[in-house]
């Protein structure tokens, strides 16, 4: 996972009312919204999911990078003062470009969920996640600098039956079943901001006793530090706004957005061209 430590960005006092732009390649990223929104309640923010165009996971790496660009544009247009990648697969294959490409600073969800699996890992972590997450390697690397050892596995299934709804079902429980059979760990890493929607199946199969650990908490720990460090957090009394765009006809994916927010969506669903 690169580093902008390098990079220096502007920031006057006017740009701490400014929203966080924050978004993935559907609606699996409202699982890190929705803990951002819980954590910084002063905080306006911009969701956009490229439904159009979800699963990116099943993509080439210049696809994935060249999509998540032209999401970045977007956002930087909408005027925002920070970015968060809630996606694993932007996050595992195309952060640099991200970055380079941004105005503004950038975080992503795969070093702060490793920072925090490490911390906790006593044998071996199991990670989970899209076949380009997988195969990126971002994981795997990041946990070897730290000395610990993983098995990962891909899940291709489980972003398109998410973005259907289909969670609690017979069929879902089955290819969890497939994806998990033998894998013996502690920890389990939802590699995929989608994953949390199935942690009741996951929890299912791979027994009551594996620790899943998701990106939410520790990517809204790594916010905090960013914008107490670069002085950015909102210090005005105006009510935080929320906006959501989608790259795709809303109807069915406000219908399933609606279960990752327990059914109160802060905001209505807008579609939006990239
Ligand atoms: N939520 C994305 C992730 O975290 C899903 C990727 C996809 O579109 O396949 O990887």
Redesign the pocket.
């Known amino acids: 996972v690169a580093s902008d430590q390098a990079k220096v960005y502007n920031s006057a006092s006017w740009m701490n009312d400014l929203p966080i732009g924050v978004f ?3 609606i ?2 409202l699982t890190v919204l929705k803990e951002l929104i819980k954590r910084f309640p002063r905080e306006s923010f911009i969701y956009l999911g490229d439904t159009a165009r ?5 993509r080439d790496k210049e696809t994935i990078k060249r999509f998540s660009i032209e999401l970045v544009d977007f956002l930087l247009k909408q005027k925002v003062k920070a970015l968060v990648v809630a ?3 932007m996050s595992s294959v195309a952060l640099s470009e991200i970055k380079n490409r941004s105005t503004v600073p950038v975080i992503d969800v795969i070093s702060p969920t490793v920072k925090l699996a490490a911390k906790n890992a006593r044998d071996k972590i199991g990670i989970i ?2 076949r380009a ?1 997988i195969n990126s390697r971002a994981y795997e690397k990041a946990f070897q600098e730290l000395g610990v050892k993983i098995e990962a596995r891909e899940c291709p299934l489980f ?1 398109p039956l998410i973005e259907e709804g289909v969670i609690d079902s017979k069929a879902t429980e089955i290819i969890a079943k497939t994806y998990l059979d033998g894998l013996k760990v502690d920890y389990l890493v939802l590699g ?3 994953y949390p929607l199935l942690s009741k199946v996951i929890q299912k199969v791979i027994g009551k006793k594996v620790r899943l650990i998701d990106s939410a908490h520790p990517t809204a720990d790594a916010l905090r530090n960013l914008l107490s460090s670069s002085d950015l957090s909102a210090d005005s009394n105006i009510k935080p706004s929320y906006k959501f765009y989608v790259t795709d006809d809303t109807k069915k994916t406000e219908e399933v957005a609606r279960l990752f927010f327990d059914n109160k969506l802060p905001a209505k669903l807008q579609k939006v061209t990239v």
Do not use: F, Q
Request: with cysteine; hydrophobic share 10%.
């Open positions: 993935d390649s559907g699996g990223g979800v699963p990116y996971g099943t996606c694993n697969t996640g899209t997450t972003v995929c901001t989608h």
